[in-house]
């Protein structure tokens, strides 16, 4: 079946614009997970959804990312007043439920490159 | 906060050499995970592990949840060119939902 998409797969954007991120997790999974990579590093958590839970936010770096997940599916990640350290690949990663044993599968990302 | 230490760094290697790598941490994990990434590619599962001393493979590869629950290693045998990417290991608390990931390890084969 299809796996995480996310859109779009490159953005670039000038100092101070806001972006939006988008992702829609695999058909039937319930949690989704937003992290972020930067260049030649790990994936640090940002957000983390599960159901009609309060979403996880304890990952986000300022009050300028904020994440919404509506209908339990797709999900947006936004970014306001961009900053150049906000340039990484976004991953969005889902599984069918929360918790092991329930592996996270990723997304293709989301480069983002501010200018 | 959590971090996993992940060796080598980098690796290189020639074609059909066995691989070996490993993640340790200072916390104890429930769940290790392995995954790789192929350039501009999300991460791909490759195995999971979630009981102490588990010994897993997925073809290949084999990899071991350590006794301690502080560490995993990672082998991958007669390597070969597609095994070139970056193999990363994440671990992921009792209770929690995140996963904390190591910086990874670039594999490189040298034909």
């Known amino acids: 079946g299809a796996g995480v998409s996310q859109s779009p797969s490159n953005k670039v954007t000038e100092k101070g614009k806001d972006v939006e991120l988008r992702c829609d997790p695999i058909s039937g999974h319930t949690a989704l997970y937003w992290y972020r990579q930067s260049l030649g590093q790990g994936l640090e958590f940002l957000i983390y959804?599960?159901?009609?839970?309060?979403?996880?936010k304890s990952g986000l770096p300022s009050d300028r990312f904020s994440a919404e997940r509506t209908g339990g599916s797709v999900s947006t990640l936004t970014i306001q007043r961009t900053q150049q350290e906000d340039s990484a690949v976004y991953l969005c990663?889902?599984?069918?439920?929360?918790?092991?044993?329930?592996?996270?599968?990723f997304g293709p990302g989301t480069r983002l490159t501010v200018t | 906060g959590q971090q996993l230490n992940q060796s080598p760094q980098s690796m290189f290697i020639q074609e059909g050499e066995d691989v070996s790598m490993n993640c340790t941490s200072s916390?104890?994990?429930?769940?290790w995970l392995w995954y790789k990434q192929d350039p501009g590619e999300g991460p791909v599962l490759l195995i999971a592990?979630?009981?102490?001393?588990e010994l897993t493979s997925n073809g290949r590869l084999t990899a071991q949840f350590g006794i301690t629950r502080k560490d995993s290693f990672l082998n991958i045998s007669a390597s070969i060119p597609s095994d070139v990417g970056i193999y990363f290991c994440a671990g992921q608390t009792q209770g929690a939902q995140k996963l904390v990931f190591g910086q990874g390890t670039r594999l490189t084969i040298n034909p």
């Open positions: 959804f599960q159901g009609n839970s309060a979403p996880d």
């Open positions: 990663a889902s599984s069918l439920e929360a918790g092991a044993p329930y592996e996270q599968y």
């Open positions: 916390s104890i994990f429930n769940t």
């Open positions: 592990l979630y009981k102490a001393g």
